[in-house]
């Protein structure tokens, strides 16, 4: 026997110690390695925000420079990828893409798979930072039948994903700087967010002294469902079947009503339990964004707008402390940088990737660091005899 606790979805577990990523959820605060989330976001580039995570300071000009062109080197994928990439069917999810082809390169990185070396670590981290974007817009151009384009290392990273994604070989695309502002901001919002389901689950499969690439992969199945990184694809689906501001109410009582199934996508947060931070700056850049893209009129960030207003001061949405967070806002921006729909976990995965490698280094790095094994309460039949089939 043996008494364990019982707590059911982890809620009061410290799992492990981490000097990554601070969250006070009754205040909404957000911090990256003490560094406060508004101000990365508006002042820092995306792979400065990397290096900060994954390296604990900010770089000075000369390791920035230098972390850039480390990164850059490793945005090819092995050619090979592409015969794997060209078995899916067409109408396949990216996320089961992602989720195929991460796994799938430790077939092909194996010169780095020693997981007890810190420069095999480090090689593999950069791999998976690198080669994400690279991956993320293969799946999407095998989708729409277009063929691969591959990554421009004169490019900023923000800058060379667009590329990959909207660049065609007989086309050039040059990014507008707007795009590539909202999608630093954006990778930044979701670079990290501690223990996470995503992320536990990565240090749960890392903790065995699995590959990091496997781990990975993990990480993406998990990131993948609704109540996690899927939500800003549902957030869009829920906006585009509510369809008009009149039809606001009626889904708001679905949303109280128990024995209906529907919530309200993109509003409640296990932690957050006052505002989401990023969801306030989200707010904020979000109606710019789409001014600047000549968007301003989107009906469906109106509809959000409604949405929103009438949910903040509902009872049911008050006395359970329901805000909106920060993927309610995330897919219309992603929707009106050209970006679409069944992309949208994908992108939070290419900035989440960051937060992975990260604590897989911390944790690999931690002498303390024993296998992830959570104990059960047993609540099945007491032992009983074997009948044989004529007897039963
Ligand atoms: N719509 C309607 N009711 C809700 C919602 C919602 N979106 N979220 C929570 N509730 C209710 C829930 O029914 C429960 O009510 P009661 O106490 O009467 O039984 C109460 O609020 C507490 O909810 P919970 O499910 O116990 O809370 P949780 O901490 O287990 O779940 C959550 C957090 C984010 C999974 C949940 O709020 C949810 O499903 N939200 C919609 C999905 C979503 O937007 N997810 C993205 C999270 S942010 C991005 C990320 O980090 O991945």
Redesign the pocket.
């Known amino acids: 026997a043996g008494i364990f606790t019982f707590d059911p979805?982890f809620m009061s577990t410290a799992s492990c110690h981490s000097a990554i990523t601070f969250i006070d959820g009754e205040k909404g605060v957000l911090l990256y390695r003490g560094y406060p989330i508004e101000q990365l976001a508006t002042k820092a580039s995306f792979l400065e925000v990397v290096y900060l995570l994954l390296y604990g300071e900010l770089p000075n000009e000369k390791a920035l420079v230098g972390f850039e062109k480390l990164v850059s080197r490793h945005t090819m994928l092995n050619e090979n990828l592409k015969n794997f990439l060209d078995g899916f069917h067409y109408d396949a999810h990216p996320m089961s893409i992602l989720i195929g082809v991460v796994g799938s390169l430790s077939a092909f990185y194996h010169d780095s798979l020693s997981v007890n070396e810190y420069h095999d670590r480090e090689i593999s981290a950069h791999r998976l930072i690198a080669k994400l974007p690279t991956i993320a817009a293969a799946a999407y151009k095998h989708s729409i039948g277009e063929p691969i384009m591959y990554p421009r290392n004169d490019l900023r990273f923000c800058a060379n994903f667009l590329h990959m994604m909207f660049a065609t070989p007989c086309e050039d695309y040059k990014p507008r700087l707007v795009a590539e502002k909202a999608l630093n901001l954006l990778f930044i919002l979701h670079a990290d967010?501690e223990q996470?389901a995503s992320t536990s689950t990565v240090r749960l499969a890392g903790s065995s002294g699995a590959n990091p690439f496997a781990c990975l992969a993990a990480g993406i199945a998990s990131l993948w469902g609704?109540?996690?990184?899927g939500?800003n694809e549902?957030v869009l689906d829920m906006l585009l079947e509510i369809g008009s501001v009149d039809n606001v109410p009626r889904y708001i009582e679905k949303?109280?009503d128990?024995d209906d199934p529907f919530?309200?996508?993109?509003?409640?947060?296990?932690v957050y339990k006052n505002y989401d931070p990023r969801a306030k700056i989200i707010r904020e850049v979000c109606h710019q964004v789409l001014e600047e893209l000549a968007e301003a009129n989107n009906p469906l960030f109106d509809l959000a707008m409604k949405l929103e207003d009438i949910a903040l001061n509902d009872e049911y949405f008050v006395e359970?402390k329901?805000y909106p967070?920060?993927?309610f806002y995330s897919g219309i921006i992603y929707q009106a940088l050209g970006i679409p729909r069944n992309m949208f976990t994908v992108m939070f995965a290419i900035a989440r990737t960051v937060g992975w490698v990260s604590h897989w280094m911390e944790m690999m790095s931690d002498s303390n660091n024993r296998i992830g094994r959570p104990r059960q309460i047993y609540c099945g039949p007491s032992q009983r005899d074997y009948l044989p089939i004529s007897r039963r």
């Open positions: 979805g967010h996470n609704p109540a996690h990184g939500a549902a949303a109280k128990k919530r309200l996508m993109g509003f409640g947060h296990r359970r329901l967070n920060v993927d």
